[in-house]
């Protein structure tokens, strides 16, 4: 219990606390044990006395009851006496007096039934004597016929306390009269005496009334003094018997008493409190002293070894704290032989920490080697101490000398004007928790060369789940950047090209067609004018020539619809294109275009299966479009707006759809209907030419594109088509 007290303890208790509970825990229930086993001792020693005084109050009734049987005895000899039958008292007198010397008594008289003293061994024979006023001995021995005893009473002789024994004295079967022998207190002394009691009890002998008779101690202090009525209360309970009381003299006893049988008068035997008890209290004397002396030793014991325990701990504090800083412990001599194990283990311990260093050490350097041979530049951002770590080859690549400070603004202050703003809201966004650190920038040398940097990183949380650190690499992608730049320039100039070929083609193609149609126009309408200019006119002739123009034309018409039919079915090579795929190509292609619109693109390319049959440069050329829109359609929007949605989605079974969603301002709903019409535009540059090509193009692989606004603002621009097994089908 103890021990769960101390492991529930807030603060660990030190080792010396530790002991001193276990010392206190392991002497007090000892004592305790000790101290019940003392009690039950006391217990039984006071029990064991109690019941020996009780046989000792016993034998002094005994020896009470005896004194007044042998008085009553030779009393009962004397009584039958022939004198005293006789009336010869004279001669009686003589007689009683050489009896006198073999009983505890100091007279012995005769009285009448008056209770008139007819005789005294007290005085002289003849010498007149008195009448006793109140007699309850005589009166009791006239009703009963039998011996007795009296209680404590003045005698009318010389005034002293005397008690008497008294036997009838019979004539003619008549009480006439009673033979007593009377004795004062000290008689009846030698019944306390022979018990041999110890000097310090109180011992006394009461009548039947409850009188001192005789008593160990100031004897003519108390005698005929009354007991008080709860002594006599308590002893009246019973014939033995013991209780807590105070003697007359003023004593604490534990009274025993033992009552006469015959005569009714009491033994009282009295153990002063302090004698019952004083074993007791020796003995808890000892105990505590006992007690104490072990606790003191043991808390010295627990304190001297506890001392050495925390010493030996407190050693070994400095090495665990020197392998903490990587440095060789130096455990000093320890006591025992846990702390010297404990030493071995640090030792040991601080031989595993050097190894692990030194191999983590080791890969370390061999990540950097790999670092440096890939030009990668490794960096570590300190979110919480705002700090950051940056490998050689980083710095090299960013133009700043090994050793050199660098900090945040130093980083963005190579950065492209132009790309500082992109730069930063990554940046921003690591401090916030955004799990993925990844961009593309430029950054200006000291030298005014100008590179392609691409970082990725990741960002790390502390235990509270709060972004504590951000690391990463950043290598040179200048080339392939340059790659990317030279192969959309190259795609722009292809579509340029393309299409003014294809508008110069388109328009050789109508001028030598209509050409020939137009020419036959003009020169019917010239004849038409001369025939008209004749008097009269020839309107023959100019209806001729009228059904003539009307056919030119609709032949030019016709010319034309060739044309378009001609353009319309421009066979493309076809091959499967993956529309996911494509889409992602597109948005790397993008990519610059759109960091410096400050537009973020997202993909949510969700159709499993989104593979076409198609001319896939043609189809990056409608996406480009309809991004470049969009782009336009957010100029000027703010940046947690400048977001535009890609969404690959199945169409039914057999197409898949692709969805622009940006959230610009729309398309007014009078132009819905005109925008994929050629040479519309509500753009000051534009040419008006963009989505019309797009559908073109889309119808041609049989697919539909549409327009339509959001409902949260901005628009959407679908574009569906055919399945690649579906168009096979
Ligand atoms: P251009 O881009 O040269 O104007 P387009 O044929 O690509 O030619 O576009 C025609 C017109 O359609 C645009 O001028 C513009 O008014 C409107 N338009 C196209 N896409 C969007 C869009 N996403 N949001 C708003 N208007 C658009």
Redesign the pocket.
Known sequence: MTLSLLRNLKHPPSVKASLAVLVIACILPVSGVTAILILSFYHKERTQLISNTIGRARAAATAVDHDFGTATTALGALATSRMLLAGDLQGFHSRAVTVLGSLHADSILVLDPTGKMLMSTRRPYGEPLPTLNSAPLLRRILASGKPGVSDLFKGPLNQQLIYTVGVPVWRDGRVVMTLNATATPAQLAHVLVEQQLPPSWRASVLDASGRVVTRSHEMEKYVGQRLSDEQLRHAATASEGGFNTTTLDGIEVFVVFSRAPVSGWTVFLGIPQRELTAGLRANTAWLIGATLAALAAGLALAWLVAGRITRSVQLLIPPALAIGHGQAPAIPPLQFKEAIELGQALRNAAASVREARAASQESEQRLLLAADAAHLGIWIRDLKRQEIWLSDQWRALFGFAAGQPVGLADLLARVHADDRAAVQRTLDNAELGVPRYEMEYRITLPDGAQRWIGSHGSVETDAAGRPALVRGVSLDITARKQAELDALQRQKEVTHLSRVAVLGELSGALAHELNQPLTAILSNAQAARRFLERQPPDLAEVDEILRDIIDEDRRAGEVIQRLRRLFDKGETPRAPVDLNFLTRDVIRLLRNDLINHGIAVRTELTAPHAVASADAVQLQQVLI?LLM??C??MAGAAPDEAVIVVRSAPAGAAAVQLSVI?H????PAA?LAH??EPF????ER???????ICRNIVAAHHGQLW?ENNPGGG?S?HLRLPLATAAIA
């Open positions: 479009n829109n969009a336009d359609a940006d610009g301002a729309g398309i132009a925008i994929f519309y535009t509500t753009k534009g040419m008006g030419l963009g989505l019309s327009a628009a621009v």
